[in-house]
Nanobody, 117 residues
């Protein structure tokens, strides 16, 4: 059974950077589609970035040029580098995996990111 554990959230000031990491269990990681989502208070969960199996990353328009998703298939991790953070980036960030063949979706528990002066 695949499990996802996020880390790296915290409180930063506008303009600063933060790096989130998601560690996955299981042997199929390299075949998973991995993604980061976020959910701000009172808002729906939204896609931030995806890292397809062997494909190019995709980013939400709101984070293009500021956020970078990267994966290490040898370590079963997917990271989200967040630069030039804004107050509107404040949210709980979730890691998501879409498993190969079954299409089953797995979510992490989330990590809080707060951008405030």
């Amino acid at each position: 059974q695949v499990q996802l554990v996020e880390s790296g959230g915290g409180l930063v000031q506008p303009g600063e950077s933060l790096r989130l990491s998601c560690a996955a269990s299981g042997s199929s990681f390299s075949k998973n589609v991995m993604a980061w989502y976020r959910q701000a208070p009172g808002k729906q969960r939204e896609l931030v970035a995806t890292s397809p199996n062997g494909g190019s990353p995709h980013y939400a328009d709101s984070v293009k040029g500021r956020f970078t998703i990267s994966r290490d298939n040898g370590k079963n991790t997917v990271d989200l580098q967040m630069d030039s953070l804004k107050a509107e980036d404040t949210a709980v960030y979730y890691c998501k995996a879409i498993l190969p063949f079954s299409g089953v979706t797995v979510w992490g528990q989330g990590t809080q990111v707060t951008v405030s002066s």
